[in-house]
């Protein structure tokens, strides 16, 4: 039994105790975010994201001025009007040829994809033919015209550039769900 003269023992300051309780929370957060940057579905859709601007994206400007299908259609209509705007009226030499190869180029990127995008990976590559075989029409009747097409071919040069529009507007919602997906599947460990 405790002696009633004894003066009661001081309390353990508790700050070290939630200094390292803080400290435990710290490295399980910093643990957290660094496997989560490490996952490989993670890794793999930033890869992909990086090799699509690097092939598609460069391509479709250096031909277009843009990666947009709302641009390409822009195209399509001064085609139409008679005037080839700048960028497109280059496109029939090296940027065209480009444009043709970017494709193909890209789909060796995304080969061994996560199991968990692997059909919307099918998705994207029919979607990449489409836009090969787009490109393709409109390179024939680019280099015909050489930059400069009679007022005959402009009419069936800018439906082709309406198909080729259509054809990238499909492959960048295919793209983009592509990407979404796998960052999606990505792991919170």
Not at 29 to 43: M, S, T
Request: charged share 30%; with cysteine.
């Amino acid at each position: 039994m405790a002696n009633t003269t004894d003066s009661p023992k001081p309390r353990a300051s508790r700050a070290p105790l939630l200094i390292n309780i803080a400290l435990v929370v710290g490295a399980i957060g910093i643990f957290l975010a660094w496997r989560h940057a490490r996952d490989p579905r993670r890794l793999w859709a930033k890869r992909v994201d990086e090799t699509h601007q690097r092939y598609i994206d460069t391509a479709l400007r250096r031909c277009f001025g843009s990666t947009d299908s709302a641009e390409i259609r822009r195209v399509a209509d001064a085609v139409r009007g008679g005037t080839l705007p700048r960028p497109f009226n280059e496109c029939h030499r090296g940027p065209m040829a480009e444009l043709l190869v970017a494709p193909n180029s890209f789909i060796e990127s995304i080969q061994n994809p996560p199991l968990e995008v692997y059909r919307l990976r099918e998705r994207e590559r029919s979607s990449l033919m489409r836009l090969t075989a787009s490109a393709r029409l409109l390179e024939q009747d680019v280099s015909r015209s050489a930059g400069n097409p009679p007022a005959e071919r402009r009419e069936p040069m800018a439906s082709k550039l309406d198909e080729l529009a259509v054809a990238v507007q499909q492959e960048r919602s295919a793209f983009d769900d592509l990407v979404r997906a796998a960052r999606d599947a990505a792991t919170l460990f």
